[in-house]
């Protein structure tokens, strides 16, 4: 990958990501990716890091699998892997079309995951049923391009405070509450949480997934995690523990301290701060 010349207003992310199996479950069916790309090629990125978005643009994304014995590890590894090879060609086809062509070329790549995902659960007696949720963020200088399938979320907590849910859960739970027939309290402790409305695989016919696009400015902050850590944390929690100065590892605080107060649930964040 080429570095550009001039550096001196390029945009840094510096990310921080972590998973975690909880204190109940024995395997671990959460995964998370970050990757770097261009046209030609694709660089995995480590737990911890920093890099600037002018030779290449960035992805991450976390991913809970469902199923029982080790399908949903398999779903969720197979969700990422998949999105590692097919990001290089994702980028030519937004860089052939128009800016608007980014949340089509994602819908695709969940569209192809999905299917991917299926076959295997059709094939294979025990892959029956697995499927896996999806929420990725695709950065690329000064604009951030999501697509998301299932409950695990996006936040975005802007350089000027508060913090909002950019992701909806497809849950009948998640419905209620963004209905305000819920409080964020219920929500939590609703018997019926977990289930799901819509996952990639998991014998759903369609996968339409939710896309859009922020904006982003220097001092933003985006917190990618699995139902892991809601389970653990109420949103305001999980704002202090982003907030908090002086960690180089945000993510790290904030699996521990849902772990901590729940532990039930693989437990998974990435962290991805805008320099």
């Not at 999105?83 to 949340?103: C, D, E, H, V, Y």
């Not at 999501?146 to 998640?174: N, W």
């Amino acid at each position: 990958m080429h570095p550009h010349h001039d550096i001196s207003n390029a945009v840094c992310l510096r990310w921080s990501a972590l998973s975690d199996c909880g204190k109940v479950r024995k395997n671990n069916e959460d995964s998370f990716l970050g990757v770097q790309f261009d046209a030609r090629e694709v660089r995995l990125l480590g737990k911890l890091g920093e890099a600037s978005l002018d030779s290449a643009d960035m992805a991450f994304a976390v991913s809970d699998g469902v199923g029982g014995a080790m399908a949903g590890e398999f779903a969720s590894r197979i969700t990422v892997e998949k999105i590692t090879r097919l990001m290089p060609r994702a980028f030519k086809q937004a860089a052939a079309g128009i800016s608007s062509g980014r949340p089509d070329v994602l819908a695709e790549l969940f569209t192809q995951i999905h299917r991917a995902i299926t076959h295997l659960g059709e094939s294979y007696e025990e892959c029956r049923g697995m499927g896996a949720t999806l929420s990725l963020c695709w950065f690329t200088p000064g604009r951030m391009v999501f697509a998301h399938v299932g409950d695990s979320r996006i936040y975005y907590l802007p350089a000027s405070g508060g913090m909002k849910q950019i992701t909806e859960d497809d849950t009948f739970v998640g419905w209620l509450r963004r209905n305000g027939r819920l409080s964020e309290y219920e929500a939590r402790n609703h018997p019926a949480r977990n289930r799901l409305q819509k996952a990639l695989g998991g014998g759903n016919q369609f996968v339409d997934p939710q896309v859009g696009a922020v904006a982003f400015e220097k001092g933003d902050t985006f917190v990618l995690c699995t139902d892991g850590v809601v389970d653990g944390l109420f949103d305001h929690a999980i704002a202090d523990c982003i907030r908090t100065p002086g960690t180089p590892d945000p993510a790290q605080r904030l699996v521990r301290a849902a772990v901590e107060q729940s532990g039930r649930d693989n437990t998974t964040a990435v962290v991805v701060e805008v320099l």
